[in-house]
């Protein structure tokens, strides 16, 4: 594929690296002279000097048959402005990177649908939501890409005496906003209908929005199980640890964050009323030892330096934190953390490639993850005109046993859909499909 890199800089680097290696035609667009000329010299690609946001270098780089931009540069704002400026003059998908958390705030301002953006990656949202998916669920679905990150996907286990316990899923009281996408018994794994019947020890994946997926989980578990608060330490209120503490609900988790620097320390207890916010350096000790870290059940070292958080994680587990978790970004790292005795690590690298060669696809397909068993298949698709699958209503449609639509957004909304929904030209929808009929199924989605 043809991949339009805006900014050559660490991240910009990384990805041009990662992107040659995997064989794509890479171009890359950077202002500063020295940065080209050393991506030149060390990678397989074409590098131009000149503004990304600037239409005349854009057209030079051959924007027009790029089969997807992304703008990693330094600035949120560049970043915006030149993804929106490369899908405009025609690359086929766009991805801009940006820190700041308004532009991913769609309450206030859609910076995505106004700007004609295909996605918004933050690095940091997105660490932070593998390490809370690590707390809540370890096998938890990774779709926080999809949807624009609007749906939360939660997978759980049935339980004895649970009100789903032998009822059939059309009969279970769910929130209208909330779908049973898989159901996995004894290794078998199939999506799931309304007639299908659960068991005991059945898991099953909830799909849909967050606080309305929080309260279906109460179907599959007893009330004891369903009253037990576990508490979460976090080292570091930047951009990571904020995201990890409002990504855990505070009916299930009791939450103490450190952070050092006392303004953010003031920002952060308005943001996050349900967490306790300790100025204090986590760094240190007796710090630890005075805020729970010997009886935590989490402990998560974000303090945005990688030697701060395998240090801290180190003193957590002697206090006794029963499980430790890090952001470490190193590569070189990758071995020690485990020898050390930590239990989860995360790279903001890693975590940012996944969900970019997530989005190098073909066709309808905006972008694909899997299932943990790999069995099912997760589609963001873009319904083209022409489209078979606009012929007729979901119930029409010879999807069932082999593709199952979660949500629909349509004009920014993002909504569950019923039997007798019509997709139409424009529309995006997340599709769970079956791995033995996806090359019949994508056929539906295409002229």
């Not at 171009?27 to 080209?36: A, G, L, Q, Y």
């Not at 958390?101 to 996605?119: K, N, V």
């Not at 066709?363 to 694909?368: E, F, M, P, R, T």
């Amino acid at each position: 594929m043809r991949v339009l890199t805006l900014g050559a800089g660490t991240v910009g680097h990384w990805i041009a690296d990662m992107l040659c290696r995997r064989r794509h035609d890479v171009t890359v667009i950077d202002i500063d002279p020295e940065r080209v000329r050393q991506i030149n010299s060390e990678l397989d690609v074409r590098a131009i000097q000149g503004s990304a946001s600037q239409s005349t270098i854009l057209f030079q780089a051959d924007v027009c048959s790029a089969d997807i931009c992304l703008a990693v540069t330094g600035d949120d704002e560049a970043n915006v402005v030149a993804a929106s400026m490369a899908k405009a003059l025609g690359a086929r998908r766009s991805l801009a990177r940006v820190y700041a958390p308004a532009f991913r705030d769609a309450s206030t301002f859609d910076y995505q649908s106004h700007f004609g953006i295909d996605a918004l990656l933050s690095l940091e949202q997105l660490s932070a939501f593998e390490l809370a998916r690590a707390i809540r669920n370890p096998d938890a679905i990774p779709l926080e890409h999809f949807a624009r990150g609007h749906l939360e996907v939660y997978e759980t286990e049935v339980e004895a005496k649970s009100q789903a316990t032998d009822q059939r899923l059309r009969d279970l009281k769910m929130p209208g906003s909330v779908r049973i996408g898989s159901i996995e018994r004894e290794g078998d794994l199939w999506l799931a209908s309304g007639e299908d019947e659960l068991h005991v020890g059945d898991r099953v994946s909830l799909i849909g929005m967050p606080s309305d997926v929080n309260k279906s989980r109460a179907l599959f578990a007893t009330s004891t199980k369903r009253s037990k608060r576990r508490s979460v330490l976090i080292a570091g209120g930047g951009e990571i640890g904020f995201h990890i503490a409002r990504a855990l609900p505070s009916s299930d988790y009791r939450i103490t964050l450190l952070e050092f620097d006392e303004d953010r320390c003031e920002q952060l207890a308005k943001l996050l009323p349900n967490c306790t916010v300790v100025h204090a350096n986590a760094n240190r000790r007796s710090v630890l030892e005075d805020e729970g870290g010997g009886s935590a059940d989490y402990f998560v070292a974000c303090t945005g330096s990688d030697e701060s958080n395998i240090m801290a994680c180190v003193e957590a587990r002697e206090l006794g934190s029963r499980r430790v978790m890090a952001v470490v970004g190193r590569p070189d790292y990758a071995n020690v953390v485990g020898k050390l005795g930590i239990d989860h690590v995360v790279s903001e690298r890693d975590v940012g490639a996944r969900q970019i060669l997530g989005f190098l696809n073909q066709g309808a397909v905006i972008s694909q993850s899997r299932l943990p068993n790999g069995k099912i298949a997760v589609y963001e698709l873009e319904i083209v005109e022409g489209a078979r699958v606009t012929e007729g209503t979901l119930a029409d449609l010879p999807l069932a046993g082999r593709c199952l639509i979660t949500a629909i957004q349509r004009d920014s909304y993002i909504r569950m859909p019923t039997a007798s929904d019509q997709l139409q030209p424009g529309d995006i929808v997340v599709a769970l499909v079956d791995q033995q009929h996806i090359t019949d199924c994508l056929a539906l989605f295409n002229r």
